[in-house]
């Protein structure tokens, strides 16, 4: 196994060996609003690249006025630096509940815990690109890696892109630091792309190039993988060009711990969680049901701004049996399905259904 492990916590569950990929267990992941780097998930689609920092060049090219070769240093002496509270979120989180519904063979099956938030510092992506003078007819800025990735017989970095609007937001930065800290080299030393309110797959790690286009990335990943389809398609009828290319994460809200364990003690028990808006926009409210969706009761809810999430807290009043919990998300365009199997999809993305968890409530006695 690579050796990513030693930097995470005790308890982090490993969800894929090699390359690495794990997250932490949920109750931990709810302990602050910001996520240390010991309990930030890790999505790796190949090995961490060993990269040399002050060899290390981002270059910036494409449909703009000139091209640039930035340095490390370049980059920290020319540009504004810039601190963003920004979550990233896989779009395969809480694949596990639509594996429940029917299998999903040959993707990361996570849980709850593919979602984390940080404190990133680096600079505005807008910024360079204004260094760069971005043309008129630009539509897309395309990002690439440095690690590679296999499929068959073929080797190429992971990549992908985003509307050229939304590089514009001055809240997408290429990062070098996470949680006031260099960038670790499993979250994308030295350099990472950060997007809010896009899942994961756009902040790209490890990021060398830019390029800025007319059309989206032809990366795999952005042209055939993170792309949705309908519960009708399979990996055998699959057409790679039609689907969804994924951008803005859905809406969530996701029950992490039950204080005190399962199974609960009959009374007062305190329940923990995080939510998240569509698109990463605020959220208005979490609301909690203790018996199956016919009452809903309003939780308590921490701080958040766009493109973080939000934690919640309630304390609900249990009696013995069992209970099935629902967790659902208020926000603007925060629709969610009722049941994971409504968004069932191949490849097993963006579940943003309501999230339902047994719980069984012994006496007191
Ligand atoms: N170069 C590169 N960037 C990448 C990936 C990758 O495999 N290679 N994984 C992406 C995916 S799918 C996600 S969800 C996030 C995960 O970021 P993290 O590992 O820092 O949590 O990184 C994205 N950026
Ligand atoms: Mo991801």
Redesign the pocket.
Known sequence: MERIRPTKHADFIVRHAAPFNGGPPLAALVDSPITPEEL???????PVPEIDATAFRLSVGGLVERSLELSLDDLKREFEFRRVEAT?Q??GNRRDELIAVREIPGEVPWGAE?I?NARWGGVALRDVLAAAGVSDDAKHAAFV?R?RAQKGSQTF??GGSIPIEKANDSDVLLAYEMNGKPLPA???YPLRVVVPGY???R????VSEIRVQATPSDNYYQRKSYKLFPPTVSAETVDWDHGLMLGEVGPTAVLCRIDGGVPAKAGPVGLAGYAMGAGGTEVDGVEVSIDGGAIWHPAKLGSGEHGTWYLWRIVVELTAGEHEIIVRVHGSGSHQPDHAATGWNFKGYMNTAWHRTLLQVDSRT
């Open positions: 930030f998930y890790v999505r790796n689609h190949a990233l896989c779009a593919a984390g890696g690690d970095p992971f499993t979250h994308g899942i994961g797959a902040s790209v790690k490890w």
